[in-house]
């Protein structure tokens, strides 16, 4: 198992260009199945999750090959429905692969799907929309087996009881080839639904609305492939923005998404960071100790506060000056990166979903270990400013979602080493 060395105390300075998202090229590349002709998909981050949804596509029939940040999709040959169960459990996203099944073939054999144990994550929402677009779905000895008796889905009126991330593109993937118009009320409003969205109009879809409550879908019958660039990853901005808030210094990120980072950048502003944005790039400079951030930060769907962030900005406002409050809306356990973080010296107190960060002056070393890919990176974050040795295990999770992120923090000049 590797693990990183982390000697903190660094402070941190440099230029560095932003990977590609990761949630938005998962369901892409999903959503690739769906196309006659060749996908290129560029700026793909080179990831273990990436490689995953690489090796679902091939055992579905399609052609995909990845390299230098391009993944080249083929999906002529698509005809095999069935995912295996170790390839489901590698990602959370291997459940995207069943609306675009559905929408390319017609019939999907998959089971429950893995990624970070963030407490229950439930597939109902996927299910109950996917039954509404006329899928028959049956339990098969553990597995789920889903089949459109028509030729077609059909159009649907779908109402979603929370704007989850994952059903919302599940449904968009099994609706652009439906018959009729489907309209998908309390939609969620995430960037990468919009990155979604972008690919498949590219392709020849009708789809409107997406960023907005309401996303409207009219089927047709055909997706062309195309070359199409991934958005930038705004949480891998935001753990780079945090780290040098963390550790003090400056940095300037090239090729962000500042309008989609806002809602971070916002809350982090009033940390005392000097913090400068301009069409593509994010300059940020931390000289004094940070300051706590006085409004409780609560997460949020989009546009709100991202969950994504909070325990990466909570790893930075652990040594601010003051107390600050977070609570967490999306997820019941998402706060499992406290134990390591208050083994590292920090004081946090955690009652149910509120977590009451009380700064203080410095953390030290400690052997810690990754349980889940944020909490990984926020663990990675306070080792950078906190003085001595950090043994951080479990790195398996942040190679999931950071592409070369040793690399990325020796660029800035952390003391970071993978054994
Ligand atoms: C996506 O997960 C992201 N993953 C997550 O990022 C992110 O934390 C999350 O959206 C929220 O922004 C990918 O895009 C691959 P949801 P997803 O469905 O789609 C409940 C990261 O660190 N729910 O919006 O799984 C669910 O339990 C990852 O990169 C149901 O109850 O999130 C949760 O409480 C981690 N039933 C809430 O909704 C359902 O059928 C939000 O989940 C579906 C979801």
């Known amino acids: 198992m590797q693990k990183f060395t982390i000697i903190?105390?660094?402070?941190?300075?440099?230029?560095?260009?932003?990977?590609?998202?990761k949630n938005s090229a998962l369901?892409?590349?999903?959503?690739?199945?769906?196309?006659?002709?060749?996908?290129?998909?560029?700026?793909?981050?080179?990831?273990?999750?990436?490689?995953?949804?690489?090796?679902?596509?091939n055992c579905l029939g399609c052609k995909c090959h990845f390299s230098s940040n391009c993944a080249v999709i083929d999906a002529s040959g698509a005809d095999r429905g069935e995912i295996p169960e170790n390839l489901m459990r590698e990602m959370r996203s291997s459940i995207m692969f069943m609306g675009a099944i559905l929408g390319r073939i017609g019939e999907c054999i998959v089971s429950v799907p893995g990624g970070c144990e963030l407490g229950p994550r439930p597939i109902d929402m996927h299910l109950a929309a996917l039954s509404r677009m006329g899928a028959e779905i049956f339990d098969c000895g553990g597995r789920i087996r889903c089949r459109i008796p028509s030729?077609?889905?059909?159009?649907?009126?779908?109402?979603?009881?929370?704007?989850?991330v994952g059903a919302t593109e599940n449904i968009i993937l099994c609706a652009v080839k439906a018959e009729g118009e489907t309209i998908i009320h309390n939609a969620a409003r995430e960037p990468e639904i919009c990155d979604l969205c972008g690919f498949l109009r590219a392709c020849g879809a009708n789809i409107k609305g997406d960023g907005e409550s309401s996303i409207i879908i009219n089927g047709v019958t055909r997706l062309n492939g195309c070359e199409y660039t991934?958005?930038?990853?705004?949480?891998?901005?935001?753990?780079?923005l945090a780290m040098t808030a963390a550790a003090g210094g400056e940095i300037i990120l090239k090729n962000t998404c500042t309008a989609e980072m806002e809602p971070f950048i916002s809350v982090l502003e009033h940390t005392g960071c000097g913090?400068?944005?301009?069409?593509?790039?994010?300059?940020?400079r931390r000289g004094q100790r940070l300051k706590a951030v006085r409004d409780r930060i609560r997460t949020m769907p989009h546009p709100g506060f991202p969950t994504d962030a909070q325990a990466i900005l909570m790893a930075a406002l652990v040594t601010a000056d003051g107390t600050s409050v977070f609570e967490e809306n999306i997820f019941?356990?998402?706060?499992?990166?406290?134990?390591?973080?208050?083994?590292?010296?920090?004081?946090?107190?955690?009652?149910?979903?509120?977590?009451?960060?009380?700064?203080?002056?410095k953390l030290h070393g400690a052997d810690v270990e990754a349980t889940d890919l944020r909490g990984g990176a926020a663990m990675a974050v306070a080792a950078l400013a906190a003085d001595g040795v950090t043994h951080l295990g479990g790195i398996s999770h942040i190679d999931?979602?950071?592409?070369?992120?040793?690399?990325?923090?020796?660029?800035l000049g952390g003391n970071i080493r993978r054994e």
């Not at 903190?8 to 560095?16: A, D, K």
């Not at 959503?31 to 995953?52: E, F, H, I, R």
């Open 400 to 411: 999931r979602g950071y592409e070369k992120f040793e690399e990325a923090v020796v660029s």
């Open 151 to 164: 030729e077609r889905a059909k159009g649907a009126r779908i109402s979603l009881s929370f704007p989850s």
């Open 27 to 57: 369901p892409i590349m999903a959503a690739a199945m769906l196309t006659d002709g060749q996908c290129v998909l560029k700026n793909c981050p080179a990831l273990t999750d990436v490689y995953s949804a690489s090796r679902i596509l």
């Open 275 to 284: 913090i400068y944005t301009s069409d593509n790039k994010i300059y940020l």
């Open 332 to 361: 019941d356990c998402r706060y499992r990166h406290t134990d390591a973080l208050i083994k590292m010296g920090a004081d946090i107190q955690v009652m149910g979903k509120a977590a009451v960060v009380r700064g203080v002056p």
């Open 230 to 240: 991934i958005m930038p990853d705004r949480i891998a901005g935001a753990t780079y």
């Open 8 to 21: 903190g105390g660094n402070r941190l300075s440099g230029e560095m260009f932003l990977q590609g998202s």
